[in-house]
């Protein structure tokens, strides 16, 4: 191929990044002679610095337009001496044509904010053949139009459905495609903005991220890397991690010799192969040691759709998530152990579990010392800011629940409840006082504390209801009607 350019002195030459890649002969660039304008996705930024390193007279342009505006609408030259990041801009749109860049609310959006590109102007269709119901959701009246008494089509724009976002120089930089926005562990990840981090590590050429579902429908994170030199999955991994959250890793890097490709030159993402599950495990395959760690790891291969889990494996990188997560803390429930679903999210392996699981049962097993607590008590910060505000009936503060009761339950079983209650809890004992302009608190005796109040409403006059609604009101009574 390069010795066609030669030989045929190519000036000029339109084409995909991925294909121009896959076009490369002996780490030979195939460049033309004037003008080489690439086109159809993202343009990695270590493009641009291989061809300045030829010292190439050659320009460099990205260009960006749907066949839908007929045409390109957007352009971008490289410049020698400007620093790029990932990715290369689109640029800016050229004559006759207006983009929006708007929000799903079709706001727009600010600089450096990302939302859906939307394209007017000449050039831009009128919609699809044969089509409505495509045509209504792509083609849209532009609310940004200000004089709409334009010929037919003319006051349309068209949804691109790729995210970009402006950049503070006025060009516009490109994201990914709206549709490959995905929903993993109740996160909405845009798969174009991992892959332009992918793009900026040092050991990547080329680099596709897709969510594959396994066998549960469980959604997962793949990167496919096509290596500069060796592939340290380590290290792309660390690169990362310094970069994105944690709920954007991927779960599985798969290395390719080259992209699979569309005619059109584009990474073909369906032909991209399903990951290897043995990738998810940490490497420290450490079989159960006890019997909570057998049914946990049985617990974790049913749930994972795995043949075989670790001790030291993280559930969330096997594909756990908040769902999952429930049901996880159910089945161990069943199973004798009592998970929180909060000790899933702290304690992610197996092992970690098992030893929360030990320590609770340990402490199951000492008996804490209980006695009844006298004296003075200071005032949490909640209770000073209570006496702060002077309100006028400070005895009548009340956050009230009403209960109701099986009618099985008999009165001195009732009574016996509500004296274990004092028994157990100090702070129902408190009692208040103020002293030199200062509250105090203090434990006032058990026998001083009102237990079960039994009263017979059936023929009480209303003063009566008032006088047990006052006493209620200004204690804390259990109430037998």
Avoid at 19 to 28: N, T, V
Avoid at 401 to 407: R, W
Wanted: charged share 25%.
């Amino acid at each position: 191929m390069q010795d066609y350019f030669s030989r045929k002195k190519i000036e000029c030459l339109k084409i995909v990044p991925s294909h121009w890649k896959a076009l490369r002969m002996d780490e030979k660039l195939l460049l033309p002679a004037k003008l080489l304008v690439f086109g159809g996705e993202a343009l990695p930024a270590e493009v641009i610095e291989k061809i300045r390193q030829t010292n190439s007279e050659c320009m460099v342009v990205n260009h960006y337009g749907p066949t839908e505006t007929t045409i390109g609408k957007l352009l971008h030259i490289t410049e020698p001496d400007m620093k790029y990041d990932s990715t290369i801009p689109i640029g800016k749109p050229f004559s006759n044509t207006r983009v929006y860049v708007l929000s799903n609310a079709m706001e727009v959006c600010p600089v450096g904010v990302p939302g859906q590109l939307y394209i007017a102007g000449d050039g831009v269709a009128r919609g699809y053949l044969n089509n409505t119901e495509l045509t209504n959701e792509k083609f849209i009246e532009n609310p940004y139009l200000k004089n709409k008494k334009t010929k037919a089509g003319k006051s349309l724009f068209y949804c691109t459905g790729d995210l970009v976002k402006y950049l503070p120089d006025g060009n516009i930089e490109f994201i990914g495609r709206a549709d490959t926005q995905v929903k993993i562990r109740g996160y909405r990840i845009e798969l174009g903005e991992i892959e332009n981090v992918l793009q900026q590590c040092e050991t990547v050429s080329e680099a596709a991220v897709v969510a594959k579902e396994d066998v549960q429908g469980n959604k997962r994170l793949a990167a496919y890397i096509v290596p500069k030199e060796k592939f340290d999955k380590e290290a792309i991994s660390s690169f990362l991690k310094d970069i994105l959250p944690e709920y954007m890793m991927p779960s599985f890097f798969v290395e390719m010799e080259r992209m699979p490709l569309m005619s059109n030159g584009k990474i073909n993402r369906k032909a991209l192969p399903d990951p290897e599950m043995s990738e998810l495990l940490s490497g420290q395959l450490t079989s159960p040691r006890n019997e909570a760690e057998i049914i946990l790891a049985e617990i974790w291969q049913d749930l994972l759709g795995l043949d075989t889990v670790g001790i030291h494996d993280n559930f969330f990188e096997l594909g756990g998530d908040s769902i999952i997560t429930i049901q996880l803390v159910s089945r161990a429930r069943r199973a004798g152990y009592e998970l929180q679903i909060g000790d899933v999210f702290t304690y992610q392996t197996i092992a970690r579990l098992s030893a929360l699981l030990d320590q609770r049962s340990e402490d199951l097993k000492t008996v804490g010392e209980q006695f009844e607590l006298t004296g003075a008590c200071g005032l949490l910060p909640i209770q000073q800011w209570f006496f702060e505000k002077e309100h006028k009936d400070i005895s009548h503060f009340n956050q009230s629940v009403l209960l109701e009761i099986d009618k099985g339950v008999t009165e001195p079983v009732l009574k016996r409840a509500i004296e274990q209650l004092k028994e157990h809890h100090d702070a129902l004992r408190f009692k208040y006082f103020k002293k030199d302009g200062k509250w105090n608190q203090v434990y006032e005796p058990e026998s001083e504390v009102s237990g079960l109040i039994t009263e017979d409403l059936q023929s009480s006059s209303q003063d009566a209801l008032r006088s047990l609604i006052s006493l209620l009101q200004t204690g804390i009574s259990g109430v037998w009607i």
